[in-house]
C-alpha cells in the first residue's frame, strides 16, 4: 500500500500491511498462567498523517478469540515523536507515547482510562516495542504492571506479512 502524497511520516510506512504470527506468541504474567496465542496486525492509512490499526489475537490451540485492540498511531510532524491511541474489548483504552527511530517504535502510557467494572488487578502501565527485524518480520514485545506487579513483560510475538 503505497501512501499518499501529504502523507507526513515516510520513516512508518513499514507497519504498514497486515501482518501474522508465524508462530504462537507466548503470554507470561506472574498472576497468570503463561499462553500461547496467534495474532493478525492490519495498519492502514486514508490519506491523513494518521495509521489506524487493529490487533485480534486467538489462543494457539482452540483459536478461541482473546484480546482486541484498534486505534490510531499518530506521528507529530517533523518529529520522530508517536502517539498510540488505543482502545481494547476488555474496557482499557489508553494512550502510548514514545520514539519512531528507524525500525524501531518503543512506548510508554501516558494515560490510562477503563470501564467501571473492569476486572481486577487494574493495569496500570504499559509499555510497548514494535520494530522490523533485517529478517523482514515484526517483532512485539509488550510489558505491563497491575494494582500489584510490578512492570513485568507480558506478551511476545513476530510476524510475517501477509499483504
Known amino acids: 500500500m503505497s501512501p499518499p502524497t501529504n502523507y507526513t511520516s515516510q520513516e512508518s510506512i513499514w507497519l ?3 501482518w501474522e504470527s508465524d508462530e504462537p506468541g507466548e503470554g507470561t504474567f ?7 496465542y496467534t495474532e493478525k496486525l492490519h495498519f492502514s492509512h486514508v ?5 489506524n490499526f487493529t490487533f485480534n489475537a486467538f489462543h494457539a490451540e482452540s483459536n ?4 482486541r485492540e484498534c486505534g490510531f498511531i499518530r506521528i ?3 518529529t520522530n515523536k508517536v502517539a498510540f ?9 489508553e494512550v502510548e507515547e514514545g520514539e519512531l527511530t528507524g525500525n524501531h517504535l518503543k512506548l510508554q502510557s501516558q494515560s490510562l482510562g477503563r470501564i467501571s467494572f473492569a476486572k481486577e488487578p487494574h493495569v496500570q502501565q504499559i509499555g510497548r516495542v514494535l520494530q522490523l527485524r533485517p529478517d ?3 517483532e512485539q514485545t509488550v510489558s ?3 494494582d500489584n506487579q510490578p512492570l513485568t513483560q507480558h506478551l511476545h510475538i513476530t510476524y510475517t506479512r501477509s499483504s
Do not use: D, E, W, Y
Open 16 to 18: 504498514l500491511g497486515t
Open 30 to 36: 506472574p498472576t497468570i498462567k503463561p499462553f500461547r
Open 47 to 51: 490519506g491523513q498523517p494518521v495509521i
Open 64 to 67: 478461541k478469540p482473546l484480546h
Open 76 to 78: 507529530q510532524p517533523g
Open 85 to 93: 491511541i488505543i482502545a481494547q474489548n476488555s474496557g482499557l483504552v
Open 136 to 138: 523482514g518480520k515484526l
Open 144 to 146: 505491563m504492571a497491575t
